[in-house]
């Protein structure tokens, strides 16, 4: 008899973020191994607007996986676009008695939708799809018992599906963390209320799972302090990476002509080119760098506080970078090997990797980081065909670490190895941790919910030791 396992993650094809390829990457390992895979994702129907999506993501799941779709319950979101429009249309009719010192309708109602915003946001954007998704996924289950569960996140509402799916299945539960939770640096600036709430799902979901994987040392070391040495002993490090055979046949020479600086994805919050651009400018200005010669693309969405197309005109680089709408997968790999170097923007964190990072190196262009020193800015350099700098350093610090990078990618160079980036091995890595906990329940071991599991690290360090 095959075993069974239920995989939960918001992220799934055809949803295109970056997050869809490690859990990608599992499920078809699994599927290799003779694993009944069953997973529990979103319904494309419910996304919500700018999702990434690609469809030709639909042909890499393995025809022996069932996938269970659960829509997202929004209705909370759509009451609150009713009241947002039913307050601001009675604006004029309150002005006055707000002016006159009265209690405002106005001031009311945008606390209640703040109220709700902050609600809804508990754990992520995603909460919607808690319920649903529970609901789905018990079913599905009901004359299936998975022999173990495994979740990705974030979004982090994929784990409180899968704590809750955990107790009421009565199986073993494998929770995968890409990137800090609660104690994230970017979380900083949202209200305590926020932060206590996230900190205690946080902790009801280390507190159950019966191992707990991390995708960065500085990560798991992290989560270790500060749960203690019980907890540290279910935590294990499998690195993250890409498929390097996505490059296959993709051999492509940069230009001769023209030196390309490509940035593949999408740019939001913090995670902003502008400290690079200003480098551009004063290069050219200092004439070290040839405006005919050379182009910041920056392929995908931007969702800024700043326009970098107005701010790119205003410095007078409206012909140097160039931004591009998202394209699929594929077209965004093909780009990267025909670029002249790459482009990673990771502020803010020193113990998270992005995942683009690791096709960044399979497409073997040398690559420029803004980021702080830490896990991303190590891998980087670790390639040796990389830069890394922090995005505040100053502009004549991003200057000086561009200008290394169009050195670098101007001579001959050798490609990075592909232990640092090859996620297939990690996958291997993660199916060993699976079979091996739904090995010890069959033996007779209990859940996380009654003792320590029984599930060895041997395997899971195979990753850590070819990182």
């Known amino acids: 008899m095959s075993r069974r396992v239920l995989v939960v993650a918001y992220d799934f094809p055809p949803h295109g973020a970056i997050g869809t390829m490690r859990t990608l990457r599992l ?47 929004r209705g909370f979101e759509r009451l609150k676009g009713l009241a947002r429009r039913s307050n601001s249309g009675r604006r004029s009719a309150t002005a006055a008695h707000e002016v006159s010192g009265g209690p405002g ?16 946001a508990i754990p992520d954007q995603e ?25 990705s996140a974030p979004p982090w509402t994929g784990q409180l599906v899968a704590r809750s799916l955990a107790a009421l299945l009565k199986c073993p539960w494998v929770a995968d963390f890409r990137d800090p939770w609660a104690r994230a640096p970017w979380r ?19 507190r159950r799972a019966d191992a707990v994987l991390f995708v960065t040392r500085a990560n798991l070391d992290e989560f270790a302090a500060h749960y203690g040495a019980k907890a540290r002993s279910r935590f294990h490090l499998v690195p993250n990476g890409c498929d390097p055979s996505d490059f ?16 593949a994805g999408t740019l939001y919050a913090a995670r902003s080119p502008l400290p690079l651009i200003h480098a551009i400018a004063r290069a050219i200005d200092r004439g070290v760098l040839e405006r005919n010669r050379f182009r910041l693309r920056l392929l995908g969405p931007t969702n800024l506080l700043v326009d ?28 990267m090997v025909s670029a002249s170097a790459l482009l990673l923007v990771q502020p803010g964190t020193t113990v998270s990797v992005p995942g683009k990072a690791y096709e960044y190196l399979a497409a073997g262009r040398p690559v420029l980081a803004l980021a702080e020193e830490g896990e991303t800015a190590d891998l980087v ?14 502009v004549e610090a ?35 941790l699976l079979a091996d906990i739904a090995k010890s329940i069959r033996r007779g071991g209990k859940t996380r919910a009654h003792a320590e599991p029984a599930a060895t690290t041997d395997r899971v360090s195979l990753g850590e030791r070819r990182r």
């Open 27 to 73: 499920v078809q390992q699994l599927a290799r191994d003779g694993w009944d895979v069953k997973v529990l994702t979103s319904d494309p129907r419910a996304f919500r607007p700018r999702t990434p999506v690609d469809e030709t993501l639909l042909g890499r799941v393995p025809s022996s996986v069932t996938v269970v779709r659960a829509a997202a319950f």
């Open 105 to 120: 309708t106005r001031g009311i109602g945008r606390r209640a939708i703040d109220l709700v915003d902050t609600v809804l």
């Open 127 to 151: 909460s919607a799809w808690l319920a649903p998704a529970v609901a789905q996924g018990f079913q599905a289950c009901q004359s299936w018992k998975p022999d173990v569960l495994y979740s």
């Open 188 to 206: 900083e600036a949202r209200g305590k209320f926020a932060r206590q709430a996230n900190g205690a799902l946080e902790r009801m979901v280390i």
């Open 248 to 263: 296959e046949g993709m051999a492509s020479a940069p230009s001769p002509s023209r030196f390309v600086l490509l940035h």
């Open 308 to 335: 970098l197309r107005a701010e790119s005109r205003r410095i007078g680089l409206e012909d140097v970078v160039e931004i591009v709408p998202r394209v699929t997968l594929a077209e965004s790999q093909r780009e």
């Open 381 to 394: 350099r670790a390639s040796g065909i990389g830069v890394s700098i922090r995005p505040d350093a100053g």
């Open 398 to 432: 991003v200057e000086a670490a561009l200008l290394q990078v169009v050195e670098i990618g101007s001579r001959p160079y050798l490609p990075p190895p592909p232990a640092l980036y090859d996620g297939r091995v990690h996958a291997v890595a993660a199916a060993g």
